[in-house]
């Protein structure tokens, strides 16, 4: 029966049938998308904490001893949640499993054994597919369905719907600096956290610790000057619809104090003073921070995904 229906056109609505079928399985998959970054992100989160602390570990510290045993079992159950919605909503390839599957087998076979630059490497290789991840399904989620269903019907949006091409731009603008700038900001802060707790924790940073730390603090203040304008852009944007994005600005402070203990500190070639735990501590804080805009920027998606869908179901 409903296949005979999507031939017919819908009662005082010049649109088929056919178009709220596609419409509804565009919505759907959507907010399956919009989900999926979301636990795609607290992966993110959870495979940085492992890798500062597994670090941390191998430099003989025993402070996050317990913590890690209880993170690496939520990361084992993230990946299973992962691979079970991935197969039922079919938003990642077999491939993309794949590849989580044996990366993270790769991270947990025996890494009290692991050289702590392979440990590093392995734990950031990691973290890059999921951002790809990441980066890939946002791409798929920045026209609204109202705009795919009527550029594939031939159809041209009412006057009273013309706001969703500036919608459109918006969304595309938002899901670009969290997919991409914001995940990126928090893993070179991550990179920061694992290798200056990794030092602290030994008291000293030798030579290939030195170069990546001094190479991800010159990319982390770079990165920071893109986001800071580009969050500021956004609140004007957006007026108020996104109220973490003021917490980057907010936490700008604590980020420039991180970054100047690890460079005055850390890299002083003296014995490190600084404690690891307090500098894994301060560092998690701030990845939060900009790991929460992206879950919160999905969540805005997520609305104007529903303000799309109602305002097409309300067209006359």
Request: with cysteine; proline share 2%; charged share 25%.
């Amino acid at each position: 029966m409903i296949e005979q229906a999507t031939s017919l056109q819908a009662p005082n609505t010049g649109v088929h049938f056919g178009d709220f079928d596609t419409f509804c399985a565009l919505y759907r998959q959507r907010q399956d998308g919009l989900s999926l970054i979301k636990q795609l992100n607290q992966m993110i989160k959870a495979v940085q904490r492992h890798r500062g602390m597994s670090m941390a570990i191998l430099a003989g510290s025993t402070l996050f001893q317990g913590d890690f045993h209880v993170l690496q079992r939520q990361v084992e159950r993230r990946l299973i949640s992962l691979e079970v919605f991935a197969a039922q909503t079919g938003l990642l390839s077999v491939r993309d499993k794949e590849n989580l599957h044996n990366a993270w087998h790769t991270i947990r076979a025996d890494w009290q054994g692991d050289d702590v630059i392979d440990n590093f490497e392995l734990h950031s290789h990691f973290i890059d597919q999921l951002q790809i991840m990441i980066a890939g399904l946002a791409k798929h989620l920045e026209k609204p369905v109202s705009v795919i269903v009527a550029e594939k019907a031939n159809l041209e949006l009412p006057s009273e719907d013309a706001a969703a091409y500036p919608k459109m731009f918006k969304q595309i603008e938002l899901l670009n600096f969290a997919a991409r700038q914001v995940t990126t900001m928090a893993e070179q802060v991550g990179r920061i956290r694992a290798l200056s707790t990794y030092a602290a924790a030994k008291g000293f940073c030798d030579y290939h610790h030195d170069r990546k730390l001094r190479y991800a603090l010159s990319t982390a203040r770079t990165a920071n000057e893109k986001l800071r304008h580009q969050a500021e852009r956004l609140e004007s944007l957006l007026a108020g619809a996104l109220p973490s994005l003021a917490m980057i600005k907010t936490y700008e402070l604590k980020l420039m104090f991180l970054l100047n203990t690890v460079e005055s500190d850390v890299l002083s070639g003296m014995t490190i003073t600084t404690n690891s735990y307090n500098l894994f501590k301060l560092a998690t804080e701030i990845i939060d921070v900009y790991l929460k805009v992206v879950d919160d920027s999905m969540d805005l998606v997520s609305r104007w995904n529903d303000e799309d869908l109602e305002g097409w179901l309300c067209l006359v």
